[in-house]
């Protein structure tokens, strides 16, 4: 079964918006990851969050992490048109065993 | 750079052939891993491999088998193709252990089984 789930599964938001995206897991993890994916594309890593941390940064990305409420959320500031492309959560539960969500699908409208 | 490569974007099968998927890394990973997506469904685990010649089941292993005969190679095999078989193939490699942590993903393997 897959650990996280994204949500929304679609989003559209104008260019200089700021876009949220939230992922929700099922059980305890050693890491949370997000990956971009450009359509026919293979996965780009963006950021990786470890469960002792609550917050991160790179760029124009901020990345929550709530191991209470098992849930991360992903923020892509001043969005540009070329942020365009799916995202996806991913979690690492141990046994080197990685699993990803549905993805959430942001257009960002020029 | 890190380089995972699939052998082939495309492949068009008939249903009841043997397919062979095959992934290469050039990073010296412990970690391979083969996902199928599909619309709606997001990126789903078939296989992964933590070492040379050892493999665990993920989610969706039926109808699949995998061989790692060396570190850097990780094949996927559908002993005899469906239709439902028809997807996206993405091979992923990664360290592991202290080092464990971000996915080095192949551009992709269309497959259609007609």
């Known amino acids: 079964s897959q650990q996280g789930e994204e949500d929304p599964q679609a989003l559209s938001i104008q260019e200089g918006e700021n876009a949220t995206m939230n992922c929700s897991y099922k059980t305890s993890i050693n890491n949370l990851q997000w990956y971009r994916q450009n359509s026919g594309r293979g996965l780009v890593h963006l950021i990786l969050i470890r469960s002792n941390e609550r917050e991160k940064h790179s760029g124009r990305l901020r990345v929550t992490l709530d191991t209470s409420k098992k849930s991360s959320s992903l923020l892509i500031t001043a969005s540009r048109a070329a942020d365009t492309a799916s995202y996806f959560c991913a979690t690492d539960g141990g046994y080197q065993k990685v699993t990803f969500g549905i993805g959430t699908k942001l257009q960002v409208i020029p | 750079d890190v380089k995972v490569t699939q052998s082939s974007r495309y492949l068009v099968k008939r249903t009841g052939e043997k397919v062979f998927l095959e992934c290469v890394q050039d990073?010296?990973?412990?970690?391979m891993f083969w996902y199928r997506q599909d619309p709606g469904l997001g990126l789903r685990l078939i296989y992964f491999?933590?070492?040379?010649?050892?493999?665990e089941k993920g989610d969706i292993p039926e109808g699949y088998s995998v061989s790692r005969e060396k570190k850097e190679r990780f094949s996927l095999i559908l002993e005899s193709a469906s239709t439902n078989q028809t997807s996206m193939y993405l091979c992923?490699?990664?360290?592991?252990?202290?080092?464990?942590?971000?996915?080095?993903f192949g551009e992709g393997s269309r497959l259609t089984v007609l």
């Open positions: 992923a490699s990664s360290f592991s252990g202290r080092r464990a942590g971000e996915l080095f």
């Open positions: 990073m010296d990973h412990e970690n």
């Open positions: 491999s933590y070492d040379v010649k050892m493999k």
